[in-house]
């Protein structure tokens, strides 16, 4: 009997033994106390601004828990000095001119501080290192942006369906290029115009092309014109007795006109003296009459036995001499 109190007192110890080994466990595992038993570095970083943040708050690199903090103390100029502590292996990763922020686990999730950058071929981090800081925005100034963002968007939106009734309606140039008909054939007609225009423009690009390889192409006449320097003083020449010549005749249209003013003149009294006019022209008929008439002797001695032999012996001769330049001609082939 005396036994059964001994062995109870030992089942009640290892009961509590084992949950207090349980429960041990369990805080270690829960709580992160196990961080306690890894071999850390110390590094500290100065913050304007920690936005909440707690000791013991994670401390993450890449994306993956590397530390804890470990305390928070107030500087002058109303700084925040962090101490945190740094897994020694993952410092071998991290170098000392890396950043240090203020972030957060999540959307609304704890704070915590994550390190990026840093030179690779920068010394790795070490205890007692100071590391440098960017601004953390706070959630406040972000809810502020987020506002003023809003404010705009309302703004922007309120803008946009005005312009969009506006254009409803047919009121200003949108609005009546796309309600009114007679607008919109006018822009279509100028648009095709344009094209049209376009295209005249490339065919003229395209001649200009042409005219300037012709320039480039030796022996032709507009490259004599460019590089030939005889062939341009004699154009030159040319175009200067053109000139003259222009001058010449004007001087003497302006004589002519001079004199057919002058009734004194013959040329102005055959333009302004009827009579006189009268007289050439009866003069002019008399000699076209004159021709016939002597045509007409000159086909009757022609046929005059009297002169007959003289035109015989006249024709002769003609044909001799052809005959003759026929010979000629053909021992000259």
Known sequence: MSASPNRQAVVVGLFVLTAVGILTGGILTIGDLNDTFTKKLTVTAVFDEVNGLQ??????????????????????????????????????????????????DGLIGNKIVVLYGGTPGAPHLEDGDVLLTEPAVSSEALMAMLQENNTNLLAITTDLKDISGKIAKGEGTVGKLLMDETLYTNVNGTVTTLGVASTNAQNATGSLSAFAGKLNKEGSLPNQIVTDKTTYPAITGAVAKLNDASTSASEMMA?????????????????????????????????????????????????????????????RAAKKAEAQAKRDAKNAE
């Open 55 to 104: 000791e013991g708050d994670n401390i993450w690199f890449s994306g993956v828990k590397v530390g804890i903090v470990k305390d928070l103390a107030f500087q002058e100029g109303s700084r925040v000095l962090i101490e945190m502590k740094v897994d020694r292996k993952a410092s071998e990763f991290i170098r000392e001119d890396s950043l240090a922020k203020i972030g957060s």
């Open 255 to 315: 004589g002519i006109a001079k004199g057919a003013a002058n009734p004194n003149t013959p040329i102005g009294t055959l333009v302004n003296d009827e009579p006189a006019g009268a007289d050439l022209k009866k003069t002019l008929a008399n000699l076209s009459e004159g021709t016939v008439l002597l045509n007409q002797d000159l086909e009757a001695l022609q046929h005059n036995f009297l002169t007959r032999p003289y035109f015989k012996k006249k024709e």
